[in-house]
């Protein structure tokens, strides 16, 4: 019988031949928790479960981003009992400042072709972009991980999203995420594995964008077929590949070649349009960064588009690159000083104003549009605020204009 | 007699408890008082404990915020019955102790307020004098719930559910 690309890793994992439905118990090749949970998965460990020590520290990742630098003092003092207990049990630990976690573990290699990679962390679903089984947890699960080295897993059945073509100009891998929101719907994909084709000449970064919002539409796991330039210097294992005779629940078909800017409106991730429909609209926020969009070739397309000219006097322009590498890598250009020149605000490295914290928190009649990958009520402050999602091309020309504005109508 | 808060299809974590609620953010609050603060403020200033959640498609989607559901669980909400749990909400949930119950009979019956008694151990919900048989959970999420969560599950087995004895 054939495999997907989720079957054949949570084969290879649990030593037989499983499949969609199937419950396996796996050890996971890395668990990813950071900031905002690590205190929690810590109390769990040792309250709960009566656990001093985690099973082995070198399967665990700690990634301090999401409150970046620390903003009150409890979280400067949770950070510090973080630090502490990674430094006490042997754990990696990325600091804050260093970058989102889910772009520190794809820098870093630590997310790998066939590896399964779990996260305090619903985008965990990013690790796919690489090939691996990247999927997210809560803290419970994870605090199991630490204390057994184990968690169980049900398999997931796949849904494939075929992708014929090229985008067109001004058109790119946001785009199509959203898109793929759009078609699957927020819960289209609840339980599922979705497996990408037809996409092997897309970037890293692409493939970072698309595979980060697979958990928009409820999946456990996105998975890139780990092939094509991209993924040249990254090779997969030779156990893995894409099986003609894998059994797939359900085929979805994407032709680039017709696709629009596409823009999420208010309050749902699937609720997207062309942005044609929307065009116009005023806001007060862009928000370039997160996860999902905030790395070098993202800043690198706003910057093509804000050369030389100023952002628009009724908004704020709110920069958070993704990683210190990214941010080097926008410095070592004039991608950088572009941006800033064009009114800018730059934060430190890390989720930034994603979830509302900090760095921006939106007020009770802000408007933003983000290139984040979720417009939820209230995600980004005040419950009245509203959120529109859309690439960095969009979020470029919009700062400009302080209206959604087509990037191509420039 | 528990109280019935209906909700509709796809509430997300952060209607549940935004992110600015987490405990890291308010380390020493308790996070039950956080419970819907934005989207329901009447759940989150009138919800007893034993009271009941029917929702439609998706609920809990979003988030891996496991919060979410720990603020639940310190309102102890009785249990929740949807059309469709969204994955990771079902899994924390399970983790937790809450019973989650698919259960399309009951979500389209009941009432925003109802009264009503559920009676698990023989699996139905007593509205006055209708009866409503409640779906068997499936047997994994039956023995987690059965020791009140998978970390009591976990310490009394020294294994997962499942899993063959080493
Ligand atoms: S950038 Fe936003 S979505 Fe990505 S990990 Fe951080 S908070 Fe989550």
Redesign the pocket.
């Known amino acids: 019988m054939g495999q997907t690309l989720a079957e054949q890793i949570l084969s290879h994992a649990a030593g037989r031949a499983v499949y969609a439905n199937d419950l396996v118990v796996v050890q996971p090749d890395v668990v990813m928790s950071?900031d905002?949970l690590s205190p929690s998965i810590i109390k769990v460990m040792k309250s709960e479960l009566g656990c001093e020590r985690v099973k082995d520290p070198n399967q665990l990742v700690i990634v301090l981003?999401?409150v970046s630098p620390a903003s009150t003092v409890g979280t400067a003092n949770q950070q510090n009992e973080v630090r502490k207990f990674a430094q006490e049990q042997g754990i990696r630990l990325f600091d804050v400042g260093r970058g989102?976690?889910?772009q520190v573990l794809v820098e870093e290699r630590i997310a790998a072709p066939g590896k399964i990679v779990l996260g305090s962390?619903?985008?965990s679903t990013?690790y796919g972009a690489v090939g691996a089984f990247g999927s997210g947890m809560g803290s419970t699960d994870v605090a199991l991980v630490w204390a057994t080295g184990r968690t169980w897993l049900r398999v997931p059945e796949t849904i494939r999203v075929a992708v014929n073509g090229r985008f067109p100009v001004g058109v790119e891998a946001k785009d199509l995420a959203l898109k793929i929101c759009q078609v699957l719907t927020i819960a289209g994909g609840n339980y599922a594995a979705v497996e990408y084709h037809g996409l092997d000449w897309l970037s890293l970064p692409e493939r970072q964008t698309i595979a980060?919002m697979a958990v928009e539409v409820g999946a456990k796991v996105g998975i890139f077929p780990p092939f094509g330039e991209a993924m040249a210097d990254r090779p997969a294992p030779d156990w893995l590949f894409v099986d003609p005779q894998a059994n797939y629940v359900r085929t979805i078909q994407i032709d680039l070649g017709s696709l629009q800017p596409q823009v999420a409106l208010p309050h749902a991730v699937d609720n997207v349009v062309d942005l044609d429909k929307i065009a116009g609209k005023p806001v007060s926020v862009v928000f370039l960064?997160?996860?999902?969009n905030?790395r070098y070739e993202d800043m690198r397309l706003a910057a093509d588009i804000l050369r030389g000219k100023h952002i628009s006097p009724n908004l704020r322009l709110l920069v958070?690159p993704?990683s210190n590498r990214e941010l080097a890598r926008a410095s070592a250009d004039d991608t950088l000083i572009i941006l800033l020149e064009a009114g800018a605000t730059l934060i430190s490295p890390?989720?930034?104003p994603?979830?509302g914290r900090h760095n921006g928190t939106l007020g009770d009649e802000d408007v933003c549009l983000s290139t984040?990958?979720?417009n939820f009520k209230g995600r980004m402050g005040a419950p009245t605020s509203q959120i529109y999602l859309a690439s960095p091309a969009v979020a470029a020309a919009t700062a400009l204009t302080g209206c959604i504005t087509d990037p191509r109508s420039l | 007699m528990a109280r019935i808060w209906k909700f509709g299809s796809d509430v997300d974590t952060d209607q549940m408890v935004p992110?600015r609620f987490a405990p890291y953010m308010r380390p020493d609050a308790d996070v039950g008082t956080a419970a819907f603060i934005e989207a329901r403020p009447d759940f989150n200033q009138n919800a007893r404990p034993g009271d009941l959640i029917v929702a439609e498609y998706n609920f809990g989607c979003g988030?891996s915020r496991e919060y979410a559901v720990e603020a639940l669980k310190r309102r102890q909400v009785g249990a929740i019955f949807a059309y469709s749990f969204a994955r990771i909400f079902f899994r924390n949930a399970l983790n937790l102790g809450i019973p989650l119950l698919v259960a399309p009979e009951v979500v389209a019956n009941m009432q925003e307020g109802d009264e009503v008694t559920l009676d698990l151990p023989n699996q139905q919900l007593i509205r006055g004098a209708q009866r409503f048989a409640l779906p068997e959970f499936p047997e994994f999420a039956r023995l987690i719930l059965q020791e009140g969560g998978i970390v009591p599950y976990v310490k009394k087995y020294g294994r997962f559910p499942g899993e063959e004895r080493a």
Request: proline share 0%.
């Open positions: 950071h905002s981003d999401h989102i976690c889910h962390d619903s985008h990013s980060s960064g997160t996860c999902t905030g958070t993704a890390g989720c930034g994603c979830m984040a990958n979720r | 992110g988030s």
